[in-house]
């Protein structure tokens, strides 16, 4: 095992994360338990970037570390029983996720896991994803720590690879056919011949098609999360992941000219981007069209009404310009925001929440 000095890399975040790891340091040696820092932040702390959010595992009962640690830090406790997993979300929304050690059965392609405690740490990192998030350091140490590298990640990590850990992994669960692409296209990495291979291999036998839309649209809006996402939904659609969304070339490249004049607006923070985006998505189909697939994604009703609502404005902007004053009110502030930012059409200003 590679060691490596942790706390120098714990000592570049912010202050309220050091804190909380120092936390998260006393109550493991309070409870005489193994805690390790997983995942994503430990992938991102070695890659130095900023991870607000913390991922541990805890060896004996993740629920009850998290009960403890909730009551000295505060904020919101979510707890997934099942899931063996528990949830905190601080006043500054930073997240906290807590697990315990746990394995994984799938009793079918697509199915969500059976888990069980696992008896360590190895074991654990067994059934993630890629082998940059199968990584993990022992908290409260001391000095050096050693990184729990089973599947060489942190070699992948230094190359720029994306690689599976098992031949099976995009049949079991494939979201992670989603969460490849967005991985690879956040840190500019490049998926490993074979995963990429077990990957087209996994779509072309229609994987996509066993799990729920609502697991699906989750990890679209994860995309349109990232800082540029239209490169992350292109990728996807040129390896065949979008194609019920998006239903052709033509309309892919006016979804390219709508996300960046999205991005480019200063007066809308991030969340707003993200919803207008995800508009956006969709406004090429029909109404019909429309309806089928938000009630396949599982679209709340007001995400259904603002893709009709903004597809409808812009109808009329096009077909009957002139009863725009006496039919604007019918349209919400998300339609007319993005009608505004598709056509650049003045007359909409007036109408447009400051």
Do not use: C, W
């Amino acid at each position: 095992m590679m060691k490596i000095h942790l706390g120098n890399s714990i000592r570049k975040l912010r202050d309220e994360v050091q804190e909380r790891i120092a936390t998260i340091e006393k109550t493991a040696r309070e409870l005489n338990t193994e805690v390790y820092l997983v995942g994503g932040p430990l992938r991102d702390l070695l890659l130095n970037k900023d991870n607000i959010d913390i991922d541990i595992a805890v060896k004996d009962n993740g629920i009850e570390f998290a009960t403890l640690l909730v009551n000295k830090i505060g904020g919101v406790l979510t707890m997934h029983k099942e899931r063996l997993t528990a949830s905190i979300l601080l006043s500054d929304n930073l997240h906290i996720d807590v697990a315990t050690m746990r394995t994984e059965t799938y009793d079918r392609p697509g199915a969500l896991p059976r888990v069980q405690p696992a008896p360590d740490i190895v074991t654990d990192l067994s059934r993630r994803d890629f082998t940059i998030n199968a990584m993990a350091v022992r908290l409260h140490t001391g000095g050096e720590e050693e990184i729990v590298d089973p599947f060489k990640g942190y070699a992948d990590l230094q190359s720029s690879v994306i690689r599976f850990l098992h031949v099976k992994s995009f049949i079991d669960d494939p979201t992670r056919i989603y969460r490849s692409i967005r991985f690879e296209t956040r840190f500019g990495f490049t998926i490993e011949e074979q995963t990429l291979k077990h990957m087209k291999t996994a779509l072309s036998g229609n994987a996509l098609k066993t799990i729920s839309g609502q697991r699906s649209i989750k990890e679209i809006n994860l995309y349109l999360a990232e800082k540029h996402p239209f490169p992350i939904i292109k990728r996807a659609y040129d390896l065949g992941v979008m194609h019920n969304v998006i239903s052709d070339p033509k309309a892919l490249e006016e979804i390219k000219g709508i996300f960046s004049r999205i991005e480019k607006e200063q007066g809308l923070d991030h969340e707003n981007k993200r919803s207008l985006m995800l508009t956006a998505l969709f406004l090429h189909h029909t109404p019909n069209e429309i309806t089928n697939l938000s009630s396949y994604f599982g679209m709340t009703k007001k995400q259904r009404s603002a893709i009709i609502d903004t597809k409808l404005l812009l109808n009329l902007l096009k077909d009957s310009p002139s009863m725009l004053e006496s039919v604007i009110k019918r349209y919400n502030d998300h339609a007319r925001t993005l009608a505004y930012l598709i056509t650049s059409n003045k007359a909409l200003l007036p109408h447009l929440k400051a």
